[in-house]
């Protein structure tokens, strides 16, 4: 990787604002999108049998502690009164578009990707309220909300990371450590919440 003055050139797409693109980046971007999107297709699907059919019972029903229909059900499942998934559906097709005209070589400019990172913040945000939620207050799992966080996490981290200036902190810190501390904190809280009926 070479870097000069307000430009950083590597294996990746160069922005006209001089910031660049790595491929994983792009890539994640685009995978991250079509699993999210994924995810949320299967839960609205979920949702509207559950709504045409009390008695249905969605496939993600596993036991006492990985039920996604305790979780869709609830208030925090359809927090502005409509389900989450829909905001999921929206948001990661999105993501998946933006991800797919990064590989095929687009160029967006830096308002976009602030733009960008503010709605992933946001989502990120929201997942951490809705993983407290489903540890703390609901007391079961949605296996595909766990799939969304999964996601969540290092998108809002590579997407931070690509966003940080070159002398940043961020930077010195390896760039796998951070998703994977995420993974062992949210692990290590559902094992302690649960465990026992897990295991």
């Known amino acids: ?18 910031t660049t693109t790595p491929r994983g980046t792009a890539l994640l971007l685009l995978i991250g999108g079509l699993v999210g999107t994924l995810a949320s ?31 869709m ?6 927090l502005l009164g409509f389900p989450n998934m829909l905001l999921g559906i929206a948001g990661f097709a999105a993501l ?9 070589g687009a160029l967006l400019p830096r308002w976009l990707w602030r733009g960008l990172w503010s709605g992933i913040a946001a989502g990120f945000a929201f997942t951490v309220w809705l993983i ?7 007391g079961a799992l949605c296996p595909w909300c766990m799939v969304v966080w999964a996601v969540m996490i290092p998108l809002f981290w590579y997407v931070t990371l690509h966003l940080a200036p070159a002398g940043s902190r961020l930077r010195a810190v390896p760039h796998w450590l951070v998703p994977l501390a995420a ?17």
């Open 73 to 78: 059900t609830t208030w925090q499942g359809n």
């Open 132 to 138: 407290s939620q489903c540890l703390y207050v609901i």
């Open 41 to 71: 297709g299967v839960l609205t699907y979920d949702r509207i049998r559950t709504l045409e059919n009390p008695l249905f019972t969605p496939g993600c029903n596993i036991n006492v502690v990985l039920s996604c229909g305790d979780v």
């Open 1 to 18: 990787m070479t870097t000069q003055r307000g430009t950083t050139t590597h294996q990746g797409t160069t922005t006209p604002q001089g």
């Open 96 to 104: 998946a578009g933006l991800g797919a005209a990064l590989v095929a």
């Open 183 to 199: 993974y062992g904190v949210v692990a290590a809280l559902i094992l302690t919440r649960f465990g026992a009926q897990l295991l």
